[in-house]
């Protein structure tokens, strides 16, 4: 009996309109980028022409050569190796942590829409006293006091990253509980996990999606960030923000830093471009409900 | 497309041509409700607007402080130990003293009260690695950075808001996408590494701007009046010390400003585009008034809330990128200070610079809000 | 479409636009002469937005003195009419025919000669008075800086003519209201203010644009008496774009219907009222419920 109900919520269903997507040459642009990333973090140890975590001590800060594309660093490692074998510890933690933050905040801010009240002054208090603070300085203190550490970081990170996800989530589940579609089949006895899961979070989806392709640059720059600053990975982890503070310390040689640093530059730059026209391409109602935020 | 208009609420203008007025009478026969403020609200809007954010941005410290109060007591280590340093922690009696001056040894709620008590007095605790009391660091350490992310803030803005209406006036494809691009490789760019790249190109390949610093070795910082070396500088009447901190300002400020120029112009850009479709622009130039006149005293000023709004926003990524900026600049600023502290574990001093960072942030968004009263006369008189 | 065009059969009294003295220039001593008019005329106008021919050919008089009526639905092209009279049609959209003020060409005319037209010549109120003042700006700003503008009078002077218009059209306590913001006002109060606005560089030529559809029905009668009584006491030709055949009917000497871009009908109101020669008019017309739009 609610059929027609459901056809006319479905119509308002939020959705990515793949034409204008892929119209959009930055689609594609990102699109490739993040599929050659990924590349070199599978088949990453085919690729590397030396060990990235071993180096001999009469090849410390070497300048780019045939012998060593990148240069090495100045513990004698080869930086293309070093670079090639990041992609292997940055892509899949941010994956995780995008993952981990995007269900977190999905779950509470699905929460906080649904029953309000209570439960949604509880967690988007929360969420606000997240947002007092900007990203950095808070997983910086959060990781400081845990102990530095990769595990520790992205804890950190996604201390910080899934009030954001809450707050789209709550907004959206907001507008779509309240369809008579959604109230009609909680009248016919539809229980709550149902009702979410089922009806709502469906039709809320892809600005979700939208949101955490932007986030995912996010976390890769929070991530090496605190890497930077000596609180995420701890050596000889070729973490690429690690590997850019080696090159503050020897910064006549230019290639130590430029080379990990355009590696977080382009994967960032790949999911912004993926991200933004995904953004463009969601129905323009929901677009301001998606405005991810700055590190 | 170009008969497209907001349906008044109520009305009937999406019903064909000729519909019944009768039914529009209907519609609209319910009676506008009365809803505006009264009392105090009505007399002084503008008062108790700024007395409700205050109320929001004292619960937010009050939140800062208690996220920081449960990071210091979730260090699996004791505190007496890392307060103290080994020698000390060895002595039972030291740690004891440690404690009961801290209230270490009192429940935690009461612990909570007796930390805020001790920030209420500036009382961060001492750090480990500088030896001094955290507050006096801070104190130093908060004009340096501030000096470095108001510059950028002021630059980027005005760069910024002026890219932004330029590109949404022109509305040309071109320009569209270039700022879109650009703005994305803005927020993409790991500001450490630009930071560094920058430093290695205009000092040390091209030598245009002076090293790393606030000031060069052979200057004494200015008197100390508001810890902006540039303004202390110029009350102290010493413009070579002025022309050498403006130097060493340019390097750093400049990272922050591409870092964030990209995507101010973005949001600028859009929100004049918002003001350029509305109605009231369209009314102004149908009144033949000047196009300087238009896009100065009606666009911009429309579009001024969403920009302020950004500015405010951009504010806290700089102060993020003002951490990483400094330290490769050697700027000893609460950046600089924070990497020596985590990197040392100090915890008392990175606490420290959250809290600051925090209540600064706060602070802010503050200022903004109360921007938001002076500027919009929709809050300031209802 | 031509051989259903009706003109009017009679020569167009002109002399209603010459006799009236404006009594805002009576009162402003410093205002310019009003100038006399032979009004608006149209033909052959056609505008084009990339593929989509929103005007085709369109003919249309407005004489001053009269009350011109533009009728037509939702993208019949009324309202682009209206807009490209006052060179406000999109940047984006390409013109050609002819418009015809007096002995100027409005087609194809400088930005700078039309800021001369625009506002002292010819006027223009909206639709959504709430949207067509800006929020952020005071009603004194707004009804005084085209005037100081056009007229060069000091702000003073400017404020005085401010007050009287406001009187003019009925506001109360006009002098507090030039302080006032407009989000301090009703619809049909702002609507007098747009109009006191539209009215105060002595405009000969009024474009109004649904000046009453965004208005309470007990609104809208004031609003039409205080448009009527401009074009007979003042002279100002009206041209009024609307889809409400009601309040077409109670004001307009002649009426175009429109429909796909083109004029399908012109003639008088009685004419195009009682005895409608294109079918589409006749369709407009018994979609009334029970015709007594026509009084």
Redesign the interface.
Known sequence: MTEPLKAEFVAKRQLIRWPVAWRQP?TMIGLVIVAIWLVVAVFGVLLEPHDPLVGATPDRLLAPSAEHLFGTDSLGRDVLSRVIAGARVTLPLSILLVVLSMVIGTVLGALAGYFGKAVDEIIM?IA??VF???????A?????????GLENAVLAILLVSWPQYARVTRSLVLGARNSEYVIANRLLGVGVVRSLTRDILPNIAAPILVLATLDF?NAV?LL??LS????GSVPPTPEW?AM??D??AN??S?WI??F??LA??TI??AF??LG?SLRDALDPRSRRATTG??? | ??????P?AG?A??D???????N??VI?ATT?QDDRPRGLRARHPLLVYIVVRLGVSVL?IL??T???FI??N??PSNPAASALGERASSDPAAVAAFNAKYGLDKPLPQQYVIYLSRLAQLDFGDSTQTHNPVAKDLGSAFPATAELALTALTIASVLGVGLGLWAALR?RKFVDQAV??VS??G????????A??V??LFF?KLGWFPSSGRLDPQFNPPKDHTGFYTIDALIAGRPKVFWNAVGHLILPASVLVLYTVG?LARFARTAVLDVLG???I??????????R?VTF??IL??A??PILTVVG??F??L??GA??TE??FAWNGLGQY??K???T?D?QA??G??IV??VT??AINFVVDLLYGV????VR?? | MSESQQFPGAPIDLDKGVVTVSPATATSSTAAPACATDGIRISGLRLK?GT?Q?LDGVDLVAPAGQVTGV??????????TG?TI?G?Q??TAQVSGSIRYDDRELVGLR?RE???????HI??I???PT????????IGTQLT??VR??LKLSRREARERATELLEKVRVPEPRAALGK?P??F?GGQLQRV?IA?ALA?DPRMLIAD?PT??L???VQAGILRLLRGLCDDLGIGIILVT?????MSSLADTIAVMRHGKVVEFGSRYDVIRTPQHPYTRS??D????HQ?VR
């Open positions: 930055l208090r606000d006293l007092a603070f900007p990203t950095i300085i808070l910086m203190v959060v990781t400081a006091a845990l102990g530095p640059g720059l090496s960030g930077f600053l000596g609180l923000g850019v503070s090159g503050v910064f006549d230019w830093a430029t990990p640093g977080i530059l960032v730059m912004n471009f933004d935020r700055a590190v | 497309m170009p008969e497209q208009r907001k008044p009305s203008s999406t064909p041509p000729g519909s019944a007025p009768e529009v009478a609209d506008p937010l939140g800062v208690l996220i920081t990071l210091t979730l260090v509305q879109r691009v994305i490789i927020i993409s760019t790991p500001t450490f590494w630009l560094l790249i430093y290695y040390y995507l509305s109605d009231y369209t009314a102004a130039r149908a009144k033949g008034l000047s196009a006149r005293g009606y000023r429309g001024l809330l926003l951009t806290g990524s102060l993020s951490v990483l330290t490769v924070a990497f502290a985590a990197t574990l915890l990175i606490m610079v959250g960072v925090g942030y706060i500027i919009d006369p929709r008189n209802r | 937005i989509a929103i009728a037509g639905e939702s993208g019949s092209g009324k309202t682009m807009m006052l406000l999109p940047p930005e039309l800021n001369k037209l625009r506002g002292k006027a223009a909206f639709q959504d949207a067509s003042l800006h929020p952020m700006l005071s800086d085209h503008h056009h913001y989000h301090q009703s747009a606005s560089c649904e559809t965004a309470d029905v007990t889809h409400d055949l009601a309040v407009l017309i979609s009334l419920p029970d739009g």
